[in-house]
């Protein structure tokens, strides 16, 4: 059986309604608005706008196992160089953090380097610099640069598009480590194009 609700309890539990509702929205209001501060509280630690669009691309330092390919080394020479810059590393914090990135054979042989340092009573390199140029020793011979240069020199475009001749140039120009100026560097290029860029390139008077 229905309850019958006489006018003056009606009223009531409309109100007792009505106050439950605005408690429920005033408790969901103060929940949102303080979400909202811890939000932008959160982002207030960080240094700039730039930094909170671009932290979760952040660049991830690569591991170097001793592969004995000297291409690969380079290249994560150069990851560990991006990542430095990227992070702004401090100089004192640099060979640490590298070698906690050596793992296997590298590992090994940076080991056997501080041995030898330390029984020769030989101060330890703290440098990322010296540090880079040891590992360069190991892993980058000589007659890799000399054979790196050969073929950037008889580098060519042919079927290559213009950006992928231009991608690969690069890759050499880097990888051969010297130094020359930039018009030795230009005539290098401009020697590897087809002939109807060759033309074009002459025409524009580049």
Same mark, same amino acid.
């Given at each position: ?19 439950? =509702?605005?408690?429920?929205?005033? &408790?969901? @209001? ?8 811890? &939000? ?64 296997? $054979? ?8 501080? &041995? ?19 590992? @360069?020793?190991? =892993? ?27 991608? @690969?140039?690069?890759? =050499?120009?880097?990888?051969? *480590?010297?130094?020359?100026? $930039? ?16 033309? $074009?390139?002459?025409? @524009?008077? *580049?």
């Amino acid at each position: 059986m229905l309850k019958r609700i006489e006018p003056q309890e009606s009223v009531r539990i409309r109100h007792s309604k009505t106050n439950k =509702y605005h408690k429920n929205n005033h &408790y969901e @209001q103060v929940h949102f608005e303080r979400h909202q501060y811890d &939000y932008h509280l959160s982002y207030s630690k960080h240094d700039d706008f730039d930094e909170r669009v671009l932290s979760p691309n952040k660049i991830e330092a690569p591991t170097f196992d001793g592969h004995h390919d000297p291409w690969i080394f380079d290249i994560w020479i150069r990851d560990m160089d991006r990542f430095f810059e990227w992070h702004n590393l401090s100089d004192n914090r640099k060979d640490r953090f590298v070698k906690m990135k050596l793992i296997d $054979e590298a590992k090994i042989y940076w080991r056997d380097i501080e &041995y030898y340092l330390e029984m020769r009573g030989k101060p330890p390199i703290t440098n990322w610099i010296k540090m880079k140029q040891k590992l @360069q020793e190991k =892993y980058i011979p000589q007659s890799y640069r000399n054979k790196l240069l050969d073929q950037w020199n008889n580098l060519r475009q042919e079927n290559k598009s213009i950006n992928e001749y231009i991608t @690969q140039f690069n890759d =050499y120009m880097i990888g051969c *480590v010297i130094r020359e100026n $930039e018009a030795m560097t230009l005539r290098r290029f401009y020697k590897g194009l087809n002939d109807d860029l060759r033309r $074009e390139v002459l025409f @524009q008077g *580049v």
